[in-house]
């Protein structure tokens, strides 16, 4: 499947961002989403992920209560509704797909990668 994030940009502290992720194919709704994101210097960490159907959610302890995801199989999407964005939270937002049923935070099971989206959270 291939992804495209969007929505990324610049906001105040305590401010929202919603990001999406548009994907191609037709099995879309056969594959866990997450979300990761990547800071200068940093690895690549776990966001958030959400099942086939979109009934569970798996979050980052980091962002739980202030972030979440969401899944429109319809419209081949899925979403990043960010609340309370923290300085900490600047990076580099990436989407991706598994295939296979289980939520994970490991970057090497998703397959599939969108390019990304900056989102700078200034104080």
């Known amino acids: 499947v291939q992804l495209q994030a969007s929505g990324g940009g610049l906001v105040q502290a305590g401010g929202s961002l919603r990001l999406s992720c548009a994907a191609s194919?037709?099995?879309?709704?056969?594959?866990?989403m997450g979300w990761f994101r990547q800071a200068p210097g940093k690895e690549r960490e776990f966001v958030a992920a959400?099942?086939?159907?979109?009934?569970?959610?798996y979050y980052a302890d980091s962002v739980k209560g202030r972030f979440a995801i969401s899944r429109d199989n319809a419209k081949n999407a899925v979403y990043l509704q960010m609340n309370s964005l923290k300085p900490e939270d600047t990076a580099v937002y990436y989407c991706?797909?598994?295939?296979?049923?289980?939520?994970?935070?490991?970057?090497?099971?998703?397959?599939?990668w969108g390019q990304g989206t900056q989102v700078t959270v200034s104080s």
């Open positions: 991706a797909a598994r295939a296979g049923m289980g939520l994970t935070s490991t970057p090497y099971e998703y397959k599939d």
């Open positions: 194919g037709r099995t879309f709704s056969r594959y866990v």
């Open positions: 959400v099942s086939w159907s979109g009934s569970s959610a």
